[in-house]
């Protein structure tokens, strides 16, 4: 019984340490994505920076570079926490299996003793012949081979228990000389962060002749997402509107094809028991009034977390919510995802195109899912058109470059209805 509660307590131990090293991975494989983005965005940074001008791409690429080296020391912060538990849990498993190993060599040494003194054949005999029938003599011979077979058995234990420490102690100084390369990593990481900081209050400097033209810019800038976010709102209100008025039409076309039937049989009319869209019924209501949109908006839900990005490549570079810019505070209902220029804009899930439209150049795409959409902005063509059905990673357009800046960059947002919600909490880990 005591044997199968340590194997149990083992078991217990390694399904713990399983999950810490799942968790390990993923947060490595994050690392190793970090490291590739800020290597592109330093490669970028160091181009425009040969140009001995500052630029606004400079600017961006450091605010870019900074985001990306926050969340790598935050990455790596997850990963000593992680590092310290292993560290713990295998310190309290070296005990355990030390404090195992005493008892059952104290054990042992107890049964080598008991042996040593009954070591004779003519001890083991008379225990025998002393018996007071057969079947007790019989017993006693078979405790007399147990008792072998025990000892045998509990210096396998002793020698598999000491095997056993030997790998936790092993692996007890891979961690900690891990925690250790991870430490050294933090701290160079920390000071490279502090260099980039230094660089942007240079170039915020250099900028700074430059002022009344980037903040020109930045509210050109502006505009143009307050009006891409204007046009995204009423076509999904428009959106709405139309699915309500079809309902509405296909409920009255219902009701009269069911009053013309009942009234050629002659019987009552029967009242459906689905609940007619009408002018009170809520957004949701309207959205998921079919069979068809009710699926595809469960589908797009139960997606949550796993939807394709809409690039194949890049990182998002300005995040959900409010941020300020130069002093200008704004606020962004999307994310922002750097790609290559010319690269390809897929659809996150199958949809309805309901608008396609040029904003000051470039193209808004939005697509339907139920109710839920997906708008795509900031393309430099648009190969979908309005009323067309796309599937799941189908490219609809192209992404566009900044003249001025060299950057490109989608922008990407996702409501329920006009319901903007944060679209990274959708997509894949990148």
Avoid at 353 to 380: C, P, Q, W
């Amino acid at each position: 019984m005591r044997f199968l509660k340590i194997l149990f307590f083992f078991a217990l131990v390694f399904s713990v340490l399983g999950a810490h090293a799942q968790s390990s991975t993923e947060l490595k494989r994050r690392k190793d994505e970090l490291n590739k983005q800020l290597e592109q965005l330093n490669q970028e940074y160091q181009e425009t920076a040969s140009n001995k001008k500052s630029t606004k791409k400079q600017l961006d690429l450091l605010k870019a570079q900074i985001n990306l080296r926050e969340e790598k020391i935050s990455n790596i912060n997850s990963e000593i926490r992680n590092l310290d538990n292993q560290i713990s849990e295998s310190n309290n498993s070296v005990h355990s299996l030390q404090n195992q190993l005493t008892q059952l060599k104290k054990e042992y040494g107890a049964m080598v003793l008991f042996a040593y003194r009954n070591q004779s054949a003519y001890n083991k005999l008379m225990f025998i012949f002393a018996s007071q029938d057969f079947n007790q003599a019989y017993k006693r011979l078979k405790y007399l081979q147990q008792i072998g077979t025990y000892r045998q058995r509990q210096a396998e234990y002793i020698q598999g228990t000491e095997q056993d420490l030997h790998v936790k102690i092993n692996e007890l100084d891979k961690t900690k000389k891990e925690k250790g390369d991870l430490l050294k990593d933090q701290e160079k990481e920390e000071q490279t962060l502090g260099d980039e900081r230094k660089s942007q209050a240079q170039v915020l400097v250099g900028l700074s002749k430059q002022e009344g033209q980037l903040k020109q810019q930045q509210r050109d800038v502006q505009r143009k997402i307050a009006q891409t976010n204007r046009e995204i709102d009423a076509a999904i209100r428009k959106e709405i509107e139309e699915e309500r008025r079809r309902q509405e039409a296909a409920a009255r076309e219902a009701a009269r094809i069911a009053a013309a039937k009942a009234k050629a049989e002659n019987r009552d009319v029967v009242v459906p028991k689905t609940k007619a869209i009408n002018a009170n019924s809520s957004r949701s209501e309207v959205l998921n009034a079919t069979p068809e949109s009710a699926k595809l908006s469960n589908d797009f839900l139960g997606n949550r977390g796993r939807l394709p990005w809409p690039v194949a490549n890049g990182f998002i570079t300005q995040g959900f919510g409010i941020y300020y810019n130069e002093g200008i505070k704004s606020e962004s209902m999307g994310v922002d995802i750097k790609s290559n220029p010319g690269a390809n804009v897929r659809a996150v899930f199958d949809g309805d195109v309901v608008k396609v439209m040029d904003i000051s150049g470039t193209y808004l795409v939005l697509i339907r899912h139920g109710e839920y959409f997906t708008a795509y902005s900031n393309l430099k063509s648009a190969s979908v058109s309005k009323g067309q059905k796309v599937s799941t990673r189908q490219a609809i357009g192209t992404a566009a470059t900044d003249p001025t800046t060299g950057e490109t960059n989608v922008h990407f947002e996702l409501t329920k209805g006009i319901n903007y919600l944060d679209p990274k909490t959708w997509l894949t880990p990148n």
